[in-house]
């Protein structure tokens, strides 16, 4: 049975790796098909160029589906704005330009329906600030790789057993004190650069960590991914901002402001390099 179209003002995805093999595709794709919005944000890492380099290239059917349902949803009158991330960093030399279905930009201040002004950027630009670098970065990668593997491994097992999809590499990261340290120091970069430009808050991905709330009166507001939680930002007609699962189940909501009119869709703005 085809679900109905879900109906937004703006939604922002992240970190889908296409190209890798550890993209769920299939569910993007399916997501993608059921939305209706008036502009998709693709906030960095949607087509994995670091693993296309390396001549290890998963592409198959579902694949090609997601970038199907991504001009599927140009053709029907969707703005696309593309914002690069480090695994695509090489798509930035376009930035500024109008392609045929996307805008790509480094960056952009989006304006939600309430008014509230929020810093759309893909992450990877605080990483001088959170990371440790070195021999311990290298080995987290190695890591993290390994038991991306066995949470692949887990789910094909789950859902011959008919059970619903649960991230193991989400599971042991939430165990980490190393991992929680870093995801704290990244929120906090982000904030502090939408506090630095007088913005209301932000909207970012990189980290894999899926997450909104609202601190000392910021928005903070990480759309996740589609390698481990599988999960989208997006905003309602009236400013309403909600994390949603790849079923469209709503994992977290942050209320619209109060005595806010809604405006017409604004423009997006493009801030200076900073």
């Known amino acids: 049975m085809t679900m109905p179209p879900a109906r937004h003002r703006t939604v922002f995805v992240s970190d889908a790796h296409l190209g890798s093999r550890h993209c769920h595709a299939a569910e993007l794709a399916r997501f993608l098909a059921t939305l209706d919005c008036e502009r998709l944000y693709l906030v960095g890492d949607i087509v994995d160029l670091w693993w296309l380099a390396r001549r290890r290239a998963c592409w198959g059917q579902p694949h090609s589906e997601v970038v199907e349902a991504l001009h599927a949803l140009h053709a029907a009158g969707t703005e696309i704005i593309y914002i690069p991330g480090n695994h695509d960093r090489s798509l930035r030399r376009l930035c500024g330009l109008l392609l045929p279905a996307a805008q790509v930009r480094r960056r952009a201040i989006h304006t939600t329906a309430d008014g509230r002004r929020l810093l759309v950027v893909h992450g990877d630009e605080y990483d001088a600030i959170t990371h440790f670098g070195g021999l311990q970065e290298r080995f987290g990668d ?23 999809y649960w991230s193991l590499s989400e599971f042991l990261k939430r165990r980490s004190g190393a991992a929680e340290r870093y995801i704290e120091r990244f929120v906090q970069a982000g904030l502090d650069d939408a506090r630095r430009r007088g913005l209301d808050g932000i909207v970012c991905g990189h980290i894999h960590r899926p997450g909104l709330s609202l ?16 999960t989208a930002l997006a905003e309602a007609h009236d400013g309403r901002l909600r994390l949603l699962a790849h079923t469209g189940e709503v994992l977290a909501e942050l209320p619209a402001r109060q005595g806010v009119r809604a405006p017409a869709p604004a423009p997006v ?4 390099a900073a």
């Open 142 to 164: 190695w890591l993290y790789a390994r038991i991306l593997t066995g949470n692949q491994w887990l789910n094909r097992a789950r859902r011959r057993a008919g059970l619903r």
């Open 215 to 230: 601190r000392d009166g910021l928005v903070y507001a990480n759309d996740g991914d589609w390698v481990e939680n599988l």
């Open 269 to 272: 703005h493009w801030p200076r």
